[in-house]
């Protein structure tokens, strides 16, 4: 049997998707609310804070709690290098992981002095039919930190970063681009310079915005898909999921 404020939260939007409701309508008050499900305040709000956080419906201080806007334009994707290789057991070689001074553009991404040093991690990915990316990640050498090759050379550069360093990391940006190969990629992916890529840039921050790694994967382009679905759907699932 659910509680109360989940029961609460599932009538409302069902409300809310039946029309009853509609995007910019004020809901019950607690008040009311309380009265309608002969409960209290405190699962009143319990019930509300699920529709908040599931995005649907906004808070106004002193006016009442109002029903938000579907966003529709807002994806979220599900993204892990090692997705490229599937289930192969073969499919990651590791090509390096050494500490070494920081470039002037790894230092800038990562926030370092010219004192610093990082991790640089080199694999290359592939499918069971083939080669399909160059993937290069960095770190901040943390001293006192080994670097454990068996463990780096399969796991997703998120858990890598939590492995060497922070626990959890609270933002992970994404950024996507297509590219030309240059001269060094191309040689790595035995391919011409000037072929098409797909670029993954991800860059991992901390609870206090620091960055703690950085790095690309160089996907060929018929050997990456990438897929996104609506976040609302994805809140959905969590809510209706609880």
Not at 104 to 123: A, C, F, H, S, Y
């Amino acid at each position: 049997m659910q509680p109360l404020y989940y029961c609460i939260a599932e009538d409302m939007i069902k409300r809310i998707k039946g029309g009853e409701l509609k995007p910019g309508d004020m809901l019950p008050s607690e008040s009311q609310l309380c009265t309608e499900y002969s409960t209290s305040k405190m699962t009143v709000r319990q019930g509300l804070g699920l529709l908040a956080r599931a995005g649907y419906l906004r808070s106004v201080p002193g006016k009442g709690s109002f029903v938000e806007h579907p966003r529709y334009d807002m994806l979220a994707m599900h993204f892990d290098e090692m997705d490229i290789v599937g289930g192969y057991p073969q499919g990651v070689k590791l090509l390096q992981a050494t500490i070494v001074d920081p470039k002037p553009q790894v230092q800038d991404m990562l926030g370092l002095t010219e004192n610093d040093k990082v991790i640089v991690l080199k694999r290359l990915l592939y499918t069971e039919k083939q080669l399909a990316a160059y993937d290069i990640k960095y770190m901040p050498y943390i001293k006192g930190k080994p670097l454990i090759e068996k463990e780096i050379q399969y796991i997703p550069f998120a858990k890598m970063v939590a492995k060497h360093g922070e626990l959890f990391s609270v933002k992970n940006e994404v950024t996507i681009y297509a590219a030309a190969a240059d001269q060094g990629v191309a040689a790595m992916l035995e391919t011409s310079p000037g072929s098409p890529l797909l670029v993954i840039e991800q860059k991992l921050l901390s609870a206090e915005q620091k960055p703690i790694g950085w790095g690309k994967t160089y996907c060929l382009s018929d050997c990456m898909q990438l897929h996104a679905v609506s976040a609302q759907f994805i809140q959905d699932k969590k809510l209706l999921n609880l």
